[in-house]
């Protein structure tokens, strides 16, 4: 069966390093591959899409790569503030980017 | 743009009642809308996809008379969770996704705290 895995599920950082999650999946062949931030009693929010043939994306802070010989994508957040600090959910889907199969998430906690 | 609105944030009932849910989407028309389950420290859990004027696709193990759905307008659908039990107590999100763009990330609304008592 589908199986995702994120790396921890929690992850703490000095504010300024830079943050790296990682999602890795098993029995998928994902078409596109997606990082949502979610904050406490809130819904997620849409980060970074990357597709199968893309290897990497970036936007501001943030960067996603995707290996699909590992099955593996890492999220990096460059300079880490506090405010990063949020449960992190990467999501897999084929044909539907809408039908997606999300991980547990990660919780970032960065530190003053 | 492409923002999701959801009632009520908390809804509070007594074991039997009815409770509805509902998922707008405000600057877009969304032909499909999701329905997930959250529970504490858990990813989300797609229980139903809802078609504008098609029935909803339950996903397996998803009560479909216990979990109404219906998608009236292309920016409106509804969750009834029908005589509402304590174990139906959760967190309650939906998504939409832009009219025929599938390759295109979900918007999703701020979520609904069901609590059944």
């Known amino acids: 069966s589908q199986k995702i895995e994120q790396n921890s599920e929690a992850l703490n950082i000095q504010e300024g390093k830079t943050a790296t999650l990682t999602c890795n999946y098993t029995?998928?062949?994902?078409?596109?591959l997606q990082w949502y931030r979610q904050d406490p009693g809130r819904g997620p929010v849409f980060l970074l899409l990357?597709?199968?043939?893309?290897k990497e994306k970036r936007k501001e802070r943030l960067k996603v790569t995707f290996d699909t010989t590992l099955k593996q994508s890492l999220f990096h957040i460059t300079a880490s503030q506090p405010a990063d600090s949020a449960t992190y959910l990467c999501a897999l889907s084929n044909t539907n980017a809408g039908k997606s199969t999300f991980g547990d998430g990660t919780t970032l906690t960065v530190k003053p | 743009g492409a923002v999701v609105s959801q009632h009520p944030s908390r809804v509070i009932c007594k074991s039997g009642t009815s409770v509805k849910i509902e998922c707008r989407s405000l600057?877009?028309?969304?032909?499909?809308m999701f329905w997930y389950r959250q529970f504490p420290k858990q990813s989300l859990m797609l229980m139903a996809t809802s078609n504008e004027g098609s029935k909803a696709t339950y996903e397996q193990g998803v009560e479909k008379d216990k979990f109404l759905i219906n998608h009236a307008s292309l920016t409106l659908s509804t969750l009834t969770v029908t005589s509402a039990h304590p174990e139906d107590s959760s967190f309650y999100i939906c998504?939409?996704?832009?009219?025929?763009?599938?390759?295109?990330?979900?918007?999703f609304g701020n979520g609904t705290r069901l609590t059944v008592t």
């Open positions: 029995n998928y062949s994902p078409a596109y």
């Open positions: 600057d877009f028309q969304a032909t499909t």
């Open positions: 990357i597709r199968e043939n893309e």
């Open positions: 998504s939409a996704q832009p009219g025929g763009q599938y390759n295109s990330p979900l918007h």
